[in-house]
């Protein structure tokens, strides 16, 4: 399994413009976590879901962010329009679901926007 | 509301010589603690978490409820300890985690 994939890995991109980041959850995991890495808050949770439904969403920043599940195989957290404060590492991860907790992490994209 | 405090942005510790890295932390339910690692040019990964009460690649973290820390340990540091290391905190029964703001570990050769 290559665990859990995400794309691009960067992206560079313009004040204003629309960025969408995508997420693979490893296959069989219930749970999918969107964060967002800087230097100053460190690791921050926007949104997770559960079987494709989103559990809680109160870390979305604002209306710029959305986040979808269509399906049990891959999410998309868009931008729309994109600042240049929005610019951060951005991680997804994918739990079981069950007690165990541990989070499995993708690489992350690293997000520039200029 | 959950919070995780961890108060040292950067720590250099000499090889050889014991490492403490802070972690305190304000929840008002019982909580599950997890320290995750992140190694250069690695995905960020579990470390250890208490319920396990186990030692990973040296390191211990004992859940102290009384001065709510969480603080991981390790008695003599190696160069491959270097990295970036988070405190992470989820209610028991729930998957959400809050994490700290991380601590950069070096271990000077």
């Known amino acids: 399994d290559a665990g859990v994939i995400q794309s691009p890995r960067h992206e560079v991109t313009e004040m204003g413009q629309e960025v969408t980041l995508r997420c693979k959850p490893i296959?069989?995991?219930?749970?999918l976590f969107w964060y967002r890495q800087t230097m100053m808050r460190g690791l921050e949770l926007l949104i997770y879901f559960n079987n494709n439904v989103p559990i809680d969403d109160s870390g979305m920043p604002e209306d710029r962010f959305s986040a979808k599940m269509p399906n049990a195989s891959f999410s998309t957290l868009k931008i729309q329009p994109s600042e240049p404060r929005d610019s951060a590492v951005y991680f997804c991860?994918?739990?079981?679901?069950?007690?165990?907790?541990?989070?499995?992490f993708g690489p992350g994209t690293r997000l520039t926007v200029t | 509301a959950q919070r995780v405090t961890q108060p040292e942005k950067l720590l250099s510790v000499f090889k050889g010589a014991p490492v403490e890295l802070k972690c305190n932390y304000s929840y008002s339910g019982s909580p599950e603690l997890f320290w995750y690692v992140q190694y250069s040019r690695q995905r960020l990964q579990l470390l250890l978490r208490h319920i396990s009460r186990e030692s990973i690649k040296g390191f211990t973290a004992d859940l102290n409820k009384g001065e709510t820390s969480f603080h991981l340990k390790k008695p003599f540091a190696q160069e491959e300890d270097s990295a970036m290391y988070y405190c992470a905190l989820s209610p028991l029964g729930n998957e959400k985690l809050t994490f700290g703001t991380g601590t950069r570990l070096t271990i000077i050769p």
């Open positions: 991860a994918s739990t079981l679901g069950d007690t165990s907790y541990e989070q499995y």
């Open positions: 296959s069989g995991h219930n749970s």
